[in-house]
């Protein structure tokens, strides 16, 4: 059965700490992507891979957010420092390459942060 | 810079009713269109996907269409059920890039 697997699934963290998420894509997608999303603005993009490249990350605010695949198999987002306003759900996405098959986008379940 | 609008925002019926959403984008220069359900707290599941070339898409009691020249999609749900109430949402890629913008939902509810 497979599937984008995210963790943590839950993570309450004080101001000013270091949050790592993280997430398993399906195996043989080449494109990854992780969004954000609150009640206030929807689902925002932060960043996409393709490849293990990052191809746009300009949706992410660059001071604090990192992006990176360190293998075919792992996609992180950190924070350092974390501020209360970057609490809001995670996802991961991943899909197959969009030329070359349906484009179907698959997500996670999301981390679910809070920042104090 | 592409926009994807859903309307309505909510939306309340009772059990049995044929009900239509509205996806609308800015940018017809798309890849394909997809469709997605959210259940409260979960992720998003993938519903239908239309790819550019085609006009519409169907699974099960669900039907998907696609008018590029006009910037909209349509999701009709067949004698809708409880068990359909979630929030949908739609989301396009643009032709040469990977991003995925997505509308900001419509919220349904359908009453036993």
């Known amino acids: 059965d497979a599937r984008v697997t995210q963790t943590p699934r839950d993570k309450v963290t004080e101001m000013g700490q270091e949050v790592t998420m993280r997430c398993q894509p399906i195996?043989?997608?080449?494109?990854v992507f992780w969004y954000r999303q609150t009640m206030m603005q929807g689902l925002e993009l932060l960043a996409y891979?393709?490849?293990?490249?990052?191809?746009?990350d300009s949706g992410m605010p660059k001071d604090r957010f990192s992006a990176e695949m360190p293998d075919a198999t792992l996609a992180t987002l950190k924070i350092q420092p974390s501020e209360p306003r970057d609490s809001a759900v995670y996802f991961c996405?991943?899909?197959?390459?969009?030329?070359?098959?349906?484009?179907?986008?698959?997500f996670g379940e999301g981390s679910r942060l809070t920042v104090l | 810079k592409q926009e994807v609008t859903q309307i309505p925002a909510a939306l309340s019926v009772p059990e049995g009713e044929n009900l239509v959403l509205n996806c609308s984008f800015t940018?017809?220069?798309?890849?394909?269109l997809q469709w997605f359900r959210q259940d409260p707290g979960k992720g998003l599941t993938s519903l239908l996907l239309?790819?550019?070339?085609?006009r519409e898409q169907t699974s099960g009691r669900l039907n998907a269409s696609l008018d590029k020249s006009s910037g909209r999609s349509t999701l009709y749900i067949a004698a809708s059920q409880p068990g359909d109430s979630a929030t949908y949402l739609c989301?396009?890629?643009?032709?040469?890039?990977?991003?995925?913008?997505f509308g900001t939902g419509t919220r349904l509810k359908v009453l036993a």
């Open positions: 996405a991943s899909g197959p390459e969009l030329a070359a098959n349906t484009g179907e986008l698959f």
């Open positions: 195996l043989g997608h080449n494109t």
């Open positions: 891979f393709r490849n293990r490249a990052p191809l746009d």
């Open positions: 940018d017809s220069a798309i890849y394909n």
């Open positions: 239309i790819q550019s070339s085609q």
């Open positions: 989301a396009v890629p643009g032709v040469g890039t990977y991003k995925y913008i």
